[in-house]
Nanobody
Framework: QVQLVESGGGLVQAGGSLRLSCAASGRTFSNYHMGWFRQAPGKEREFIARISTSGGRTYYADSVKGRFTISRDNAKNTVYLQMNSLKPEDTAVYHC???????????????WGQGTQVTVSS
């Protein structure tokens, strides 16, 4: 089992920044690829970004490329999502997730956090 707890969400004005954190406990964090997803009301869960086990490879959805940065610190069992130039359409609940393989589809992720709300006002 891997337990994931997100933090860092909140209310921010358009153009602002937030940094989300996802703290992991349980099985060896560095064995898992980590991803960030978001879900807005009435919409499906959307892939945002993923990072390899070592942190050497990252991949982003087109909707956030150039604005968001995923990173990880395996010594702290934590993955981060730095979000810059936020837009109202970024408003959603943001979830981190763990997978044994690099993936973008949520069904391929084994473990999920409860999520943290991000609200961007115009």
């Amino acid at each position: 089992q891997v337990q994931l707890v997100e933090s860092g969400g909140g209310l921010v004005q358009a153009g602002g920044s937030l940094r989300l954190s996802c703290a992991a406990s349980g099985r060896t964090f560095s064995n898992y690829h980590m991803g960030w997803f978001r879900q807005a009301p009435g919409k499906e869960r959307e892939f945002i970004a993923r990072i390899s086990t070592s942190g050497g490879r990252t991949y982003y959805a087109d909707s956030v490329k150039g604005r968001f940065t995923i990173s990880r610190d395996n010594a702290k069992n934590t993955v981060y999502l730095q979000m810059n130039s936020l837009k109202p359409e970024d408003t959603a609940v943001y979830h981190c997730a763990a997978s044994r393989a690099p993936a973008t589809h949520p069904s391929l992720y084994e473990y999920w956090g409860q999520g943290t709300q991000v609200t961007v006002s115009s």
